[in-house]
């Protein structure tokens, strides 16, 4: 199953918060209906209503959180109309940044 993750981290003081997002075995272009996370991601994350597949986080604190989202390898497919024509799939990717966010914004991840 391929695999989609994001970290998002905030640190002005101790005690620091960390929260990883997945695609909660969602496949496919909606990717997950059920969420299963657990402690403050279960309170802060919701599937959208209006765009199946992604997720709304609320933000907890006001600040500068760090992001770092990691996009799973693509597998191996066949050329439309050909049976033995294959061409390899990507390698994946690691994106990091840094945002200022407000207190109970929501954001969303996992649109195109």
Request: proline share 5%; with cysteine.
């Amino acid at each position: 199953m391929k695999k989609l993750t994001l970290h998002l981290y905030f640190c002005s003081f101790p005690p620091c918060k960390v929260r990883v997002l997945t695609n909660n075995g969602g496949v496919g272009r909606y990717g997950p209906s059920i969420l299963k996370y657990q402690g403050d991601l279960k309170q802060e994350v919701k599937v959208s209503s209006q765009h199946p597949g992604i997720q709304l986080w609320t933000i907890p604190v006001s600040g500068l959180w760090s992001i770092e989202a990691r996009g799973a390898s693509g597998a191996d497919g066949i050329l439309v109309g050909s049976s033995g024509n294959r061409k390899r799939g990507g390698y994946g990717a690691t994106v990091k940044g840094s945002s200022a966010v407000q207190r109970q914004s929501a954001e969303d991840f996992g649109r195109p």
